[in-house]
């Protein structure tokens, strides 16, 4: 590792939150593979740590992955956690739906970490992960190129989706942390994460809520972005000099359609009966049931609204553009190699 190619050096310590979840253990290696060597891995206390010790056992030569066990809801343990850090990964965040437990583990837990940078003062870059969710994709045209330009979620709320709203209020805590303590920030937002050990056909292809699969994306690109070269393109968003305060989307090359990729998984993996339904009758029965929920007073729960349709299954094009040029990320596993990983892996859970 050339030690003026990053702005931090080799034995600095680097401290990864979410350590224990589906990106994370795979972040590790890479920060490994790059030649870091004092990584803090912050795990919850229930974590199974069967991939990242996986991970750590295959480096040697003095490389440390210390794994602490905490809550980012207690201040003590980020102080523990962020002590000395020079960067911070912050992929740590909830999949509880409800608003109230979203935002607690999203936007509490992140100023929690970064009252403990401020503390240290050591910080010399913030990376937040983020999500495409945050983007609203309402007020472009159709087949519009969505990008790091594109407007937020104003509203995220009415959105009925507790995980975009906690999004939107952790970029903008660290955006206004930035702005009033002067801490080094990075967003990045990754598209749908890919890989082994995430068996589940992302929604953006379709759902199976009523027994039967209904394929709602159809002829739409998927954004994704398998999890070795997202994990990647993380650790270069972190440590390449020169872009604080950038925002970078991270897709893969060469994005299947909808349709293509749930045929390359029917053929591939195991074959289920699907019905397709077009654009203008899934936006219109978003929009149907959208008015029933308003209507009922929450009786039918607002799980399908136009607001989500926007979001998920209108046509829409991506770009990596910005992070290639920026941070000479590469995705270095093509969308066909990573497909194949994944459905084999999909294939050995069926098996298991």
């Not at 990864?16 to 795990?43: E, K, M, Q, W």
Request: aromatic share 10%.
């Amino acid at each position: 590792m050339e030690s003026n190619a990053f702005i931090v050096r080799a034995d600095d310590p680097i401290l990864v939150t979410g350590a224990g979840g589906f990106i994370g253990p795979v972040l590790v290696d890479r920060l490994l593979h790059r030649g870091f060597r004092n990584i803090r891995a912050f795990v919850r206390p229930s974590s199974d740590l069967t991939r990242l010790q996986s991970v750590s056992s295959n480096y040697g030569g003095g490389a440390l992955v210390e794994v602490i066990r905490g809550n980012l809801l207690s201040r003590e343990d980020c102080m523990a956690a962020a002590k000395d850090a020079a960067v911070i990964f912050h992929l740590a965040n909830s999949a509880d739906k409800s608003f109230a437990n979203a935002f607690m583990n999203s936007v509490v837990t992140t100023r929690n970490l970064l009252e403990a940078s401020l503390k240290h003062r050591g910080l010399r870059r913030f990376v937040n992960v983020s999500s495409f969710a945050v983007y609203t994709n309402t007020q472009k045209s159709r087949g519009r190129l969505l990008d790091e330009s594109s407007p937020l979620e104003e509203q995220a709320g009415q959105r009925r989706d507790a995980y975009c709203h906690a999004k939107v209020k952790q970029d903008e805590l660290v955006i206004d942390y930035s702005k009033r303590f002067g801490i080094p920030f990075v967003i990045v937002r990754p598209g749908s994460v890919y890989g082994p050990g995430k068996a589940a056909i992302t929604g953006r292809v379709g759902i199976d809520t009523f027994g039967l699969f209904l394929h709602l994306g159809g002829s739409n690109h998927i954004p994704l972005t398998y999890v070795d070269n997202c994990a990647d393109a993380i650790v270069l968003a972190g440590v390449t000099p020169g872009v604080d305060g950038e925002v970078f989307n991270i897709v893969d090359d060469n994005l299947p359609t909808s349709r293509q990729f749930l045929r390359l998984y029917k053929r591939n993996v195991r074959w289920f009966k699907s019905v397709y339904i077009p654009h203008f009758v899934s936006y219109g029965i978003c929009s149907l049931w959208e008015r029933y929920s308003k209507w009922s007073e929450g009786q039918l729960p607002p799980a399908f609204t136009r607001t989500r349709w926007h979001a998920e299954w209108k046509k829409t094009r991506y770009s990596n553009e910005k992070l290639k040029k920026s941070v000479g990320w590469v995705p270095a596993v093509s969308m066909a190699e990573g497909l194949m990983r994944y459905f084999e892996s999909c294939k050995e859970e069926q098996r298991a």
